[in-house]
């Protein structure tokens, strides 16, 4: 008998990353990529070869470079390259950034999608994300949302704090050797990347 589960989790993975390494996409996309099948929590990671990032720093390789590698932050980085401002600083040598991406399942476990608000629901309606008007409000969130999880340097030093580019506060506290953002206490679960411009690190929450 084949064990149909090894065939099921590749599908899966293969949209993540399709997903993400898309130059640019239409929001049609964008949404999409947040209505793919259920994949299991924990499918086997393809880069689980690589030799971890933690130790070094990769010189000449900049965030832009890698942030799409990490199959566990698919969805987050994939909204990275679609708001202009950010995708541009990940691509800039001279400008170094912490980027705070919250992993996969925070992303499919968000209460309101990152380019919904509450508020826009009670100006609107339920239409508040329908035409042309609703398109650039639903960016416009996303925006934030993205903004907001990324720190305009690095290194960061423990118990900085420092505005995330959406001007939200935000510094990291050590707890039982674990990076703790704060307010918010959300545990930084892993480091994926160190490179010249900057670092990845995988949170287990989102800011929002
Ligand atoms: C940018 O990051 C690199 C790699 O960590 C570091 O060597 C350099 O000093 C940083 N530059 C600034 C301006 O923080």
Redesign the pocket.
């Known amino acids: 008998m084949k064990p149909a589960s090894l065939f099921a989790y590749p599908a899966a993975t293969i949209c993540l990353i399709l997903a993400a390494s898309a130059e640019s996409r239409p929001f049609s996309d964008i949404l999409k990529s947040f209505h793919i099948p259920q994949s299991p929590l924990h499918p086997p990671n393809p880069f689980a070869n690589m030799p971890p990032a933690d130790e070094t720093?990769s010189t000449g390789v900049i965030i832009s470079d890698v942030i799409g590698k990490t199959q566990a932050i698919a969805i987050f980085s994939g909204l990275t390259r679609d708001i202009d401002s950010v995708s541009s600083r990940l691509d800039d040598a001279s400008q170094?950034a912490t980027v705070l991406a919250p992993d996969n399942r925070v992303m499919r476990d968000l209460k309101r999608k990152p380019w919904e608000d509450a508020e826009d629901y009670n100006t609107f309606g339920a239409d508040a994300y329908q035409g042309k008007s609703g398109e650039d409000r639903a960016h416009k969130n996303l925006r934030r949302f993205v903004e907001r999880h990324i720190v305009p340097?690095?290194?960061w030093e423990k118990d900085k704090k420092v505005k995330t580019l959406d001007g939200n506060e935000v510094w990291w506290e050590s707890k039982d050797g674990k990076k703790m953002i704060q307010p918010n206490n959300i545990e930084v679960t892993s480091v994926a990347d160190?490179?010249?411009?900057?670092?990845v690190w995988v949170l287990g929450g989102s800011l929002v």
């Open positions: 720093v170094n340097e690095s290194p160190k490179v010249s411009n900057g670092e």
